[in-house]
Every structure is written in structure tokens, then in C-alpha cells.
């Protein structure tokens, strides 16, 4: 059996770095916990109330926000928390060489249905500033909170899925994920159609059109809603994500997050053999302008992804 230290130490001999990402998946255990029981302890769906005991009820996402807080705000290599959760970039007490970049409970709309959230993170040194491009990765991963409770590595090699345990052990289950080149499988949400550009919608009616279109292959559509569950199940077995740019989104800059949702997720991707894009640039390039900025992201197995890139590129 291969713990997460084993791994890390495998994986790194920066001790500090590896001590983030414990920071974090003990971040994940605590999440998982509450997620558990939230429905009994009267925390799914509201905001804003007072429970039975008269206390002040947090939404999951202040929960899951005030947990990682907590879990980084006790190491001493943490010296930055961005948090989409927090206007501000916070400044930790330790003032460590790291910033950590979060999405601490991503899918939230989900958690009324019982369908599969997750916690996604990234981690860059301190002295390249709050605005880095998503290629100054030193380590990014997420947490999956599904039947199984996943965490998913990359430091700058392979991409690690770990499982937990019963005794709250993260266990290696898999050393190296690896996406596909082709697929069948695409994730965008369809309900989208009528804001979309040439180039989505291009693509998608190819993927419609099946076997009798330029493709020549039948497709299915996935679409959980929570981007943790959607790049997991790509990473797993293939398939290309969409959150493009739209005529809704297009004044905000899209839908996701560059730093802690587009980001991490376009490393694991690439780590993993696959291909990140927004369309018109690699997504890993993008220099950030806000730390809450948002970016169109387009990312999954190289050959669709490719597919995307080159309706960007007639117009
Ligand atoms: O509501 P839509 O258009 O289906 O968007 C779903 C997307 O929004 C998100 O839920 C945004 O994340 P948060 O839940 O962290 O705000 C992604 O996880 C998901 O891919
Ligand atoms: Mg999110
Ligand atoms: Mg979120």
C-alpha cells in the first residue's frame, strides 16, 4: 500500500511543498465529513438561518472556506490564501514561500441532490506574485467527494488519484492517469445553445451530427455541473469539457475561474496527456489580470481539444 507521504516524498525533496498539499487533503478529510452530515445538521440550502441550537447557519461553501483556512493558516510554508470565497488575497500569519489559489467547494449547486462537489486547489511560490500563469505551477489537485472520496495529484510529473480509507488514510490507487488522445464523450451545458459563437456551436452540431457528420463516430454528452465530477470523469476514461466564452459570459470573461477552477484543472489535464485551451490560447499561458478573474476553458482529450481549436481558428 502507498500513502500520500510515501508518494510525496517520492515525488518531491522539497518537504515544505509536500506539507501544502497534506494541508490540503487534510482540508478535504474535514470537508468530507461535513458533506456527510449536513443534511442532518440542517446545512444544505440555507444561508443565513439559525439552526436548532440558535447558532447562525453557514452556507457549505463558508464552511468548506473557513475549514481550509484553518488547515493552511497552522503550516508554516503557507504565506497566501486566495480563496473564491474571499475578495481579497489573505496574508497568513506564517508568511511561508507558498500561495495557495482555491475553489474550496466547487459544484455547490449540486449539494442539495446528493451529486458528486469537490475541493479544487493550486499551489505557486510567493515571490512570483499573486498574478502568475497557470504554467508557474509548482502543484495543483483536487478532491472529489463522489461514492468514493478521490484526491487527484500533479506536483510536475504524473497525475496520482488517491482514495480514502476508513481510517481517514489517503491511499494510492492509481499512480498514473492518462487521457486518451480521442473520444466520444463531450460536456458542455447544451442549455447554453442560443449565447454560444460560431465555433461552439460548430462543434457541438459535428458531435450532434454522429456517424452522418464530418466526425464519423456516434457521440455521447455528459454534463454533471460540477467541474470537479466532469475533468474527473475525463481524466478516468477521456472526454473534452466546455465552459466557452459566451454572448451572457462575455462581459465577465466567462464562466469559470482562472486561478483556482481553469488552472489546476488545465495542469492535471496536460500532466495527464491531455490538452488545455481557452479557445484561442493555452490556458496554462493566460497571464492573470485579478485573482478572481474568469476565462473561457476548453480542455480533455488532445485530439477533440484540437477539433475546438481550429473552428476558433477559421473566424
Ligand atoms: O450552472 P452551469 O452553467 O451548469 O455551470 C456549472 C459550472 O459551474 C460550477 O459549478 C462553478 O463552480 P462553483 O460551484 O464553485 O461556483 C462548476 O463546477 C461547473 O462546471
Ligand atoms: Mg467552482
Ligand atoms: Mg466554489
Redesign the pocket.
Known sequence: MTTLLDWLRAQTDDADLGSVIVSMAASGVEIASVLRQAAIKGQIGVVGAVNVQGEAQKALDVISNDIVLNQLGQNPAVGILIS?EMDEAVEMANQGRFIVAT?P?????NLDVNVTVGTIFSVLGVAGGLLQPGRAQLAAGYIAYGPAINLVLRISGDVAVFTLDDADQWVLTQAKASVPDSTAEYAI?TA?DRFWDAATTGYVRENVAGETGPAGKRYNMR?V????A?VHRILMRGGIFL?PLDSETRAKGG??RLLY?ANPMAWLIEGAGGRATTGRESLLEVVPTGIHQRIPVILGSSEEVKRVEAWYARG
Do not use: A, F, I, K
Not at 467547494?105 to 449547486?109: A, F, T
Not at 455541473?225 to 470537479?228: D, I, N
Open positions: 473564491e475553489d467547494l466547487d459544484g455547490s449547486s451545458n447554453r454534463w455541473g460540477s467541474m470537479v466532469d465552459y464562466r469559470l477552477e
